[in-house]
């Protein structure tokens, strides 16, 4: 075990999509309180694992990196050591292997970290209370640190995991307005709208806006191409809206894909309906948007904003406005505009820390057991191949495959990942429109 910052330490991330792996890697190098540190990653199979193009645009390396099940990584957690994990998933995916991993019955067990990519604007409870039992439950904000100790108060679990830092992936230069530049980017998201009319009305009321300036650039910034995944589906990828837009596509409108960071670089005017890049582009000082045109509900993320000051229409933007954000707000959802990132970290790499000297840990003891929610936690645990008690279901054990078989078996899950995106893209919206007759 690491007891000075001259030795190395050895961090395994499990990412279920291309934004969590990015979260996870970054908090990993944040959090570990070390100079030296050993990542290896292990992306979970499922529908979101991220390809080789996602990867290379999210840009962030590790050691080491393999595709696994969940079972396969409960396994090489037994087989070898390391010092720190950190659980990337969505809250089942968390909850899956903190009770996979109390089962291994360690003698020496990994510090156990996890947390939230982005702005969390829905589930709250549900999503905290599956993450529960982890050392550290990072929040992004003091606004979320305090909302999260009330969620585990609230139900009588310890908080005390509950650790504030901040969003990992921030910085860049401040912005600084340029005379021969003005570029407004719309920040598309997979999920947010979710209906075609929403989403249509988004993508024309964007080139309407490029038309209605026809010097200034126009970027509509994409997560994913189609029949990607991210941490979200998109039935219906702007680009295939794009292709049937009437008139077509102004000269000074594009589509552009790559590192958020980039793009931000030379924005002027960052607009979106409740995508984390719009934290992104407040800490750099840009100013940024908050669509209100499909209204502002909780289903649109949108009320996560309320009181930021950067409420705004597309009419008001085609008037010129520009939004100016609330420095308090600002303040309180760890944007950290004012300089004060780089000790954003601190407290969780001092927890972290003390948790790797401490003489032996803890057993974990997520909230959820098969006593408090003998009703919801076995088929969480079961998606994940676990028994209510942890342990791998019968059938899931290691079994040997030649190589052939390997190739073949990667074969068909392509192909039927390949079934799966078709079918969300193009066969449900089908049906959904028949059914609506």
Do not use: C
């Amino acid at each position: 075990m690491p007891t000075s910052t001259s030795e190395a330490v050895r961090v395994a991330v499990l990412a279920d999509s291309d934004t969590r792996w990015k979260w996870g890697a970054l908090t990993a190098r944040r959090i570990a309180p070390s100079t030296s540190i050993e990542l290896s990653g292990f992306l979970l199979r499922g529908r979101a694992t991220p390809t080789a193009r996602q990867l290379a645009e999210v840009g962030v390396r590790a050691d080491e990196l393999r595709e696994v099940t969940g079972n396969e990584f409960l396994r090489t957690m037994k087989d070898e050591p390391y010092d720190v994990v950190v659980l990337a998933l969505v809250g089942g995916g968390v909850q899956a292997m903190l009770h996979g991993l109390a089962a291994l019955a360690l003698s020496r067990r990994p510090v156990i970290v996890t947390g939230y990519v982005g702005v969390v604007y829905e589930k709250l409870a549900d999503g905290l209370l599956l993450r529960h039992g982890a050392d550290v439950v990072l929040a992004n904000s003091r606004h979320d640190a305090d909302r999260f100790r009330a969620v585990y108060e609230g139900v009588g679990a310890d908080a005390s995991a509950v650790t504030e830092a901040a969003l990992p992936f921030l910085g860049g230069a401040p912005y600084e307005p340029k005379d021969d530049r003005d570029t407004v980017v719309f920040a598309a998201q997979p999920s947010v709208p979710a209906s075609r009319a929403d989403r249509a009305y988004l993508l024309r009321r964007l080139v309407e806006h490029a038309r209605l300036h026809p010097k200034r650039e126009v970027l509509l910034k994409l997560r994913s191409k189609p029949g990607e995944h991210t941490t979200h589906i998109e039935e219906l990828p702007y680009q295939k809206l794009a292709e049937k837009l009437p008139g077509g596509l102004p000269p000074n409108f594009s589509l552009v894909y790559g590192h958020m960071s980039d793009v931000l670089d030379r924005t002027d005017l960052l607009v979106t309906i409740s995508s984390t890049a719009a934290l992104e582009s407040l800490h750099r000082r840009i100013p940024t948007a908050i669509l209100t045109d499909l209204g502002v509900r909780e289903a649109l993320g949108n009320h996560h904003f309320l009181g930021s000051g950067l409420m705004a229409s597309w009419d008001q933007l085609d008037g010129g406005h520009r939004p100016a954000p609330d420095a308090e707000w600002l303040s309180r959802q760890g944007v950290a505009a004012d300089g004060s990132y780089d000790g954003a970290f601190d407290e969780a790499r001092k927890r972290v820390a003390r948790l790797l000297l401490a003489p032996g840990l803890p057993p974990l003891a997520p909230y959820y057991t098969p006593a408090t929610a003998p009703g919801y936690l076995p088929g969480i645990l079961a998606r994940h191949h676990l028994a209510p008690d942890g342990t791998p279901l019968p059938g899931t054990a290691k079994s040997e495959v030649s190589g052939v078989r390997r190739v073949m078996r990667d074969a068909v899950r392509e192909a039927a990942r390949g079934a799966y995106r078709h079918g969300v893209q193009r066969v449900a919206p089908v049906i959904r429109r028949m059914g609506q007759l």
